[in-house]
């Protein structure tokens, strides 16, 4: 049984459900998860988890992540990328400079109506699946972090890199092809990776061919993470073997730590989940056993 964290390099063209369903055939294993939905044209960090750690997915959402986007001005799809439909082409008049300018006004807390190529769903029904009919829904705005966007090199004719770091619900696209809109030209993505997801940078993460190859040759725990690396900003509690079998049935055990959250862990090291202190008592909050 495998239980643990991968973090895969997504490569262009597969859907984050189609790594999951890679991974499920390399681990021999019914239960695998990802941490983070990359769309088909995006490459990059998609933590993928594994057995019982798939219970710690919702973890990830809460961390920051850092995009490298490229962004095509003269262009506006229906996608919002340049996989999609082309709904008008404008001229450029705006350089390295104007870009700047208006980047301010993108940073921070703002605003964003989700695509309606999205997974959002609007009375129970799913965006995307709307937009393929050829339905526009209105949608409600949405309030995100952009903590911060930078001008990178550029990427070609009328193509420019951006470095974006922000807060889950972004829709790195939309944000694109806002900025196009306030340059007056139009934008469209012509391409992104994530460099960063909940702590997972793109530094450890490996290629599906490489999880099957370390596979094959019995390898896989070289790279596979504990649940426990979402949780390094909470101090670890280990408990005793009386302790570890409360708190492994749902119970409370006494303690004389202060209030607050830690990381729990068994008498021999195990991992237990994240739980917390309140008024001289243990109990887990989520269980990775």
């Known amino acids: ?91 450029v008049f705006c350089g390295r400079a104007e870009i700047a300018a208006v980047l301010p006004r993108f940073t921070g807390e703002i605003e964003q109506i989700p695509p309606m190529y999205s997974a959002v769903s609007v009375g129970g029904v799913r965006l995307y699946k709307l937009a393929r009919q050829g339905v526009e829904v209105e949608r409600a705005p949405r309030r995100v972090t952009v903590d911060s966007l930078t001008l990178g090199e550029t990427a070609g004719e009328q193509e420019y890199e951006l470095l974006v770091e922000c807060s889950k619900g972004l829709y790195v696209r939309t944000l694109i092809a806002d900025i196009g809109e306030a340059l007056g030209c139009g934008a469209a993505m012509s391409g992104l990776r994530r460099l960063r997801a909940g702590g997972f940078s793109i530094e450890r993460a490996i290629t599906l061919d490489r999880a099957a190859e370390l596979a094959e040759a019995g390898r896989l725990a070289e790279v596979c993470l504990c649940a426990d690396v979402l949780f390094t900003a909470l101090p670890e509690l280990r ?41 001289g008592q243990v109990r887990i909050r989520k269980s990775f056993y």
């Open 1 to 91: 049984m495998v239980n643990g964290i991968f973090v895969i390099d997504k490569p262009e063209g597969m859907t984050s459900h189609d790594v999951v369903a890679r991974m499920r055939r390399i681990l021999q294993e019914k239960r695998v998860g990802h941490g983070g939905t990359l769309d088909p044209m995006a490459t990059g960090v998609l933590p993928v988890f594994a057995g019982r750690s798939t219970r710690a997915t919702g973890f990830v959402q809460e961390g920051g992540k850092l995009y490298a986007a490229r962004m095509r001005l003269g262009i506006t799809t229906d996608t919002q990328d340049t996989t999609g439909k082309t709904l008008e082409t404008r001229p």
């Open 239 to 279: 408990l005793t073997a009386r302790g570890e079998e409360k708190v492994r049935h749902g119970a409370a055990w006494r303690t004389s730590l202060p209030d607050g959250e830690y990381r729990l862990y068994g008498a021999d090291g195990t991992f237990l989940g994240p739980g917390a202190v309140e008024d």
